[in-house]
């Protein structure tokens, strides 16, 4: 195996790719400009047979389900024995998809989960920079009831029954990221 290149961000690897046309690519999830299901789904729009693994420190079920939704063929924590990772390059170049036990079980109970919108997400990206009903409602130009209504279809969905457990499900899970809430 040989390292044909290496990129310090998203687009920085996408150009790569272009340029160099890996027989596999590994790619962190979390890159300055672009991360991980971004890079994935432009490299495997363009190259339908790309075959990218990616190695980093996040396990949340909704990281994983993003970047295999994306078109990843493996996705392993980093620190993984060198053995495994190298079964793993070898797997992904075959055609095979490859997730260590414990990633399977938490990408199993992410898809069984009910899909949150995209305005139950702006809500609760809001909820998490510590806006209130009232604030959340003003700002997205919507009536307080109305975001009730989407605090109970939350609930309902997070399987929890008020805002701070709803708010630390969401980092839980990887539905939100704290540096995505800027205050």
């Known amino acids: 195996m040989t390292v044909v290149a290496q990129a310090d961000n998203g687009r920085t690897a996408i150009d790569l790719y272009r340029e160099y046309r890996p027989d596999v690519a590994l790619l962190d999830l979390r890159m300055p400009s672009l991360d991980a299901p971004e890079v994935i789904a432009v490299i495997r729009q363009e190259f339908r047979n790309a075959r990218i693994i990616v190695v980093t420190t996040f396990d949340t079920d909704e990281d994983i389900y993003q970047c295999l ?13 060198p053995e495994e990772l190298l079964e793993t390059i070898r797997a992904a170049h075959a055609g095979q998809k490859r997730i260590p036990l414990e990633m399977a079980a ?19 990206r809001l909820l998490v920079r510590g806006r209130s009903n009232k604030e959340i409602a003003s700002e997205l130009s919507i009536e307080e009831g109305t975001v009730r209504a989407h605090f ?32």
């Open 106 to 124: 938490k990408l199993t109970e992410r898809m069984s989960s009910p899909e949150l919108t995209a305005r139950e997400l702006e809500v609760l």
């Open 152 to 183: 109970n279809n939350l609930f309902q969905k997070l399987e929890v029954s008020d805002r701070t457990q709803a708010a630390m499900a969401a980092l839980r899970r990887g539905l939100i990221r704290l540096e995505d809430t800027p205050p």
């Open 69 to 81: 939704r994306a078109g990843a063929m493996a996705y392993l924590l980093k620190g993984v024995p």
